[in-house]
């Protein structure tokens, strides 16, 4: 099992490790809720080191991006970054992932955890474009630093000028007295804030000089469980949960990052499907009595038939209710559609409900 470069700080702060993603990680501190509500109120820091970084670098560099990935890069500019999905030739997706235009013919992939070794091969036999790549996941640690307060506890901390970096685009400079960091106003809770893209050597320092500029704004260090229950109430998508190698990016909802102005990897049955339409929806729902919905749970009609399953599922912390995404037949998708999750051989009602659950 891995560690990332915080590791022995996660242990001496008494956080709670399991293993994710080969990883030996820190899952929560003081509990689930609590740092939930720090994120949602105030700030909160993750460490994320386990995600994966490639660098494509070289003047087909974009034209495999375009090939390999949904969305159109081609939009990129210098300083933006962009939400995207690898379809694979089976009407599935290998990964959802970040790109980041870096330079001019140089970009950055951040890709999941657990998918690092798949995702690489999967580019990898398809560049045949001569494009320079590089896995550098294991030289590069990444903190999200999150929540309302993030931009004026951290402003002290780098000359960039946090509140003018729009959503979804990124500086490189000073950061917490290091230099060349990748400062992206990205996170995956809802609440704001920024992810730091630095050397494993360096983010020590980064880490407490972050503690030290966040002290007045009650920041905290936050567990990846509470990273769930946050992205869940946004409707974020998880891999592995609500998307996998078998649901298409229109299944999920993801025809947003799905365009049809190029040519990618299975974009001809994508295409046919958007056109014949989908046989199953992910959808949102919210529980109408207090129950807590669980992944792989069945969702049934008012019958009693299976109608899908439960992908993701939590009781909310901000709302106090029971939430949860699951994938269902097209005829039970309609927004305000009654739907019944069984929970220990109860059906329980819930509705299908509009993203995203947590509305600020």
């Known amino acids: 099992m891995k560690n990332t470069a915080l590791t022995h700080i996660h242990e001496s702060l008494g956080a709670k490790m399991l293993p994710f993603a080969g990883y030996n990680m820190p899952i929560s501190y003081e509990g689930v809720n609590a740092e939930h509500e720090t994120v949602r109120n105030a700030v909160g820091v993750f460490d994320v080191s386990h995600m994966g970084e490639f660098l494509l670098t070289g003047p087909n560099a974009l034209a495999l991006i375009q090939k390999v990935t949904s969305n159109d890069a081609s939009t990129l500019t210098i300083g933006k970054a962009q939400y995207s999905c690898l379809p694979n030739q089976d009407g599935g997706i290998v990964d959802d992932l970040l790109v980041y235009k870096m330079k001019e013919e140089q970009y950055l992939l951040v890709v999941n955890a657990s998918n690092i070794e798949k995702d690489w091969n999967w580019i990898s036999a398809q560049n045949d474009l001569g494009v320079d790549m590089k896995n550098i996941s294991d030289d590069y640690s990444l903190l999200a630093i999150q929540g309302p307060k993030a931009v004026e506890a951290m402003q002290p901390l780098t000359s960039k000028d946090l509140s003018a970096i729009a959503y979804y685009h990124f500086e490189v400079g000073d950061f917490a007295g290091i230099e060349n960091v990748i400062i992206s106003a990205t ?174």
Not at 283 to 307: K, L, N, T, W
Not at 346 to 359: E, R
Request: net charge neutral; with cysteine; aromatic share 10%.
């Open 187 to 360: 996170g995956y809770t809802g609440s704001g804030g920024f992810e730091i893209y630095c050397k494993n050597d360096e983010v020590e320092q980064i880490w407490n000089k972050v503690f030290e500029a966040g002290d007045s704004f009650g920041i905290k260090p936050i567990g990846i469980a509470a990273r769930d229950t946050l992205r869940l109430e946004m409707g974020f998508c998880l891999y592995g949960n609500d998307i996998n190698d078998t649901t298409s990016p229109l299944e999920a909802g993801l025809g947003w990052i799905t365009k049809f102005t190029k040519d990618f990897t299975n974009a001809e049955n994508l295409k046919k499907q958007k056109e014949t339409g989908v046989t199953k929806k992910l959808v949102a729902f919210e529980m109408q009595e207090r129950a807590v919905p669980r992944h792989d749970y069945e969702i049934v009609d008012a019958s009693g038939s299976v109608i899908g399953l439960v992908t993701s599922g939590t009781m909310s912390p901000s709302m106090n209710k029971g939430i949860g995404m699951g994938y269902v037949t097209a005829a039970n998708s309609a927004l305000d559609s009654e739907i019944f999750i069984r929970i220990r051989k109860n059906d329980v009602l819930a509705k299908v409900v509009k993203l995203p659950f947590y509305k600020k």
